[in-house]
T-cell receptor
Framework: DQQVKQNSPSLSVQEGRISILNCDYTNSMFDYFLWYKKYPAEGPTFLISISSIKDKNEDGRFTVFLNKSAKHLSLHIVPSQPGDSAVYFCAAKGTGNQFYFGTGTSLTVIP | NAGVMQNPRHLVRRRGQEARLRCSPMKGHSHVYWYRQLPEEGLKFMVYLQKENIIDESGMPKERFSAEFPKEGPSILRIQQVVRGDSAAYFC????????????FGNGTRLTVT
């Protein structure tokens, strides 16, 4: 039962352009959403988060958008850089303090 | 300020042996989570612990797997009588437990069962 879904396993973007990674969730009780970035042979690194009371949070080149009615969140990276090439996981927190992760999207930024 | 420390980074075990994976959370963090990542898959929740308590073990296999987070020392994920299907990367994460605080992950232990 996958409560957090990332339907695109991979994405390729030219350097300098915008990368948009998408994530859908099924549980309307989720109240906190996060994005993580993962390089091979390393653990996931926290990138950015958003509370359910907001619809947008920005940190430098990274912006997360939350659409509660559609149960959808997205991560925008602009401009994309080759160092952004990694696997990106979205996650959501339920009321029991458990975090649910998507299956990841592998982003490749082409120089 | 040390991050989440996991050891060993790589662990090789023969079928039937025991595997013990250790995790020291970040300083000041009292909540520990264990996740497993199988090849080509995402992060699967296994167990959530606070000091001396298992809060949620709904993701743990019913047999052979156990976890603890004692008052002193690291959290331990123990796998008894390992089988080839246990080969995976096991990640530990910690948080201070405050409302809406993110998890911070270690670099994982890659378990290979031969």
């Amino acid at each position: 039962d996958q409560q957090v879904k990332q339907n695109s396993p991979s994405l390729s973007v030219q350097e300098g352009r915008i990368s948009i990674l998408n994530c859908d969730y099924t549980n309307s009780m989720f109240d906190y959403f996060l994005w993580y970035k993962k390089y091979p042979a390393e653990g996931p690194t926290f990138l950015i988060s958003i509370s359910s009371i907001k619809d947008k949070n920005e940190d430098g080149r990274f912006t997360v958008f939350l659409n509660k009615s559609a149960k959808h969140l997205s991560l925008h990276i602009v401009p994309s850089q080759p160092g952004d090439s990694a696997v990106y996981f979205c996650a959501a927190k339920g009321t029991g303090n458990q975090f649910y992760f998507g299956t990841g999207t592998s982003l490749t930024v082409i120089p | 300020n040390a991050g989440v420390m996991q050891n060993p980074r790589h662990l090789v075990r023969r079928r039937g042996q025991e595997a013990r994976l250790r995790c020291s959370p970040m300083k000041g963090h009292s909540h520990v989570y264990w996740y497993r990542q199988l090849p080509e898959e995402g992060l699967k929740f296994m167990v959530y612990l606070q000091k001396e308590n298992i809060i949620d073990e709904s993701g743990m296999p019913k047999e052979r797997f156990s976890a603890e987070f004692p008052k002193e020392g690291p959290s331990i994920l123990r796998i008894q009588q390992v089988v080839r299907g246990d080969s995976a990367a096991y990640f530990c994460a910690s948080s201070p437990g405050a409302y809406n605080s993110p998890l911070h992950f270690g670099n994982g232990t890659r378990l290979t069962v031969t």
